[in-house]
């Protein structure tokens, strides 16, 4: 019982005083110039005092100036991470950022495995980080590729920016590697059919205006039967004469579909099958 008790123990008024200003602005997360902010220490001072947190246990430290509250019950833990979706959003400054790709196919339910890395989109290319075991990867997007997003909350207070299905197809259809290749995304696909809407897949495309992911969603909309001929006329009515690969990830071999302009190195039978078991 001593040890769950300790750190209690040692915050003294101060540490009081962040822990309360935080937890009623709903942050866990925080930074060393909340520190500055809320209690009103210079530069050298606050830095003393969140080291001081971090040696107690009442602290830990994501990264160099971004630390989270460690929750009372778990005594002294040092390699608390909390959730890390919100550490992902903290990660990308608060804005301009949403979960894609995996991340987002595992928010949505359209995955069979849990998921090993965090893929934030972001204007800018960032570096991976990788904090207590859980790497967080960046994918860089232009500011005109912020669209297809809603808000998805994590517990009552918080709350982080996601793509929503559409837009996650759309964009593992560009980078399947993000999403475990192009099988896992047609699997995904395959158990979101009944709510997926075609006319925003078709939409969610032309604005992205990518030849390779205008061919792969037209032709998985008709393997799968989703949409009418019409949302896929419309993709039709986009294409050029040149052929993508169905699967960039995968040797440039098998047959040519004129239909679609794609190449067909992942056959149909194995993307029918794949879903069906």
Known sequence: MM????????????????????????????????????LGLGEPTARSFVR????????ARLKPGLFILVPFELGREREYMGNPLIVARELAGGKDYFLSHGTA????????????????????????LRIMGTEFRFIAANRD???????????????????????????GLRLPEYCGGLTELAKGIW?????????????????????????RLGYLMELYDIGTSEDRDRLRSRLTDTYSNLDPLLPAEGRYLRKWRLRLNVSPDELLSTVRT
Do not use: C
């Open 105 to 128: 196919m595992e928010i949505h339910g359209m995955v069979t495995q849990p998921q090993l890395v965090v893929h934030v989109t972001t204007p800018a290319q960032r570096r991976p």
């Open 145 to 171: 590729g912020f669209f297809g997003l809603k808000d998805h909350w994590i517990t009552k207070q918080e709350k982080i920016r996601v793509s929503d299905p559409e837009r996650t197809v759309i964009d």
């Open 191 to 215: 158990i979101r059919k009944p709510d997926l809407k075609a006319d925003r897949l078709v939409d969610y495309a032309q604005r992205m205006d990518v030849g390779a992911v205008t061919r």
């Open 52 to 59: 001081k947190l971090v040696n107690r246990g009442v602290a």
């Open 3 to 38: 040890q769950h008790d300790a750190p209690r123990k040692t915050i003294g008024p101060q540490a009081a005083q962040l822990i309360t200003s935080l937890h009623e602005d709903n942050q866990t997360v925080f930074r060393m110039e909340d520190v500055r902010r809320i």
